[in-house]
């Protein structure tokens, strides 16, 4: 597959998750402009239900050598099956998703830092009362600092797709292990653009409620 396509690629699934975030931004928003809903109305359909702190590591390549950070994000949930009224009776679990981070880069340099937030979807499929297992997609804004040939700092988007699994502790906190790979670009306002590209491992502590 060719860089121009790939690119190409990244820049539609870009657009599409951003449709998605916008969608369901409108639809928690819309009754609450327009006085249809109550307070607790609001709450039942569109609340807060989960948050993880994730730590992890990242490792990609580009022209100056390996493009190595250490991942610190926190995760915020909300269930979205009572904006979905088809997705009530469903056994997984689709959430919108909020991710502010702030990511230490080590290498090459180990002085530059990446930061910003992503929205996007998470599902997640409980397989027993222990172990559940869940995808999640999401773009964002961002600032790097990192210097390179390859990509120009300053104002970014983060593309991120990821998979994992969670272990229940108690009844309401988990363990969570996940992989995700994750493209940085800025759409072309600024050259170079070629992008970076990083595989991270991560580990996270959920509470929900």
Excluded: C
């Amino acid at each position: 597959m060719s860089l121009k396509l790939k690119l190409t690629m990244l820049l539609e699934l870009k657009f599409y998750i951003f449709v998605l975030a916008a969608v369901v931004m409108v639809m928690i928003s819309a009754p609450l402009a327009l006085g249809e809903e109550t307070e607790s109305g609001l709450q039942s359909k569109f609340s807060l239900t989960e948050s993880t702190m994730i730590v992890g590591f990242g490792k990609g390549g580009f022209t100056e050598g390996s493009y190595e950070h250490i991942a610190l994000i926190w995760h915020l949930g909300f269930d979205l099956r009572h904006v979905f009224f088809r997705l009530e009776d469903n056994r997984g679990i689709l959430t919108f998703i909020m991710e502010p981070e702030f990511n230490p880069v080590i290498s090459p340099v180990g002085n530059d830092v990446e930061f910003g937030i992503s929205f996007g979807l998470k599902y997640r499929y409980p397989f027993t009362q222990k172990l559940s297992g869940y995808v999640l997609g999401a773009v964002g804004p961002h600032y790097i600092t990192v210097k390179s040939t390859d990509q120009a700092n300053g104002f970014i988007f983060f593309d991120t797709v990821g998979a994992g699994f969670s272990f229940t502790l108690t009844e309401k906190t988990a363990l969570s292990l996940e992989y995700r790979f994750r493209h940085i670009s800025n759409a072309n306002t600024k050259e170079p653009n070629v992008g970076i590209e990083s595989h991270v491992g991560a580990i996270g502590y959920s509470m929900f409620f």
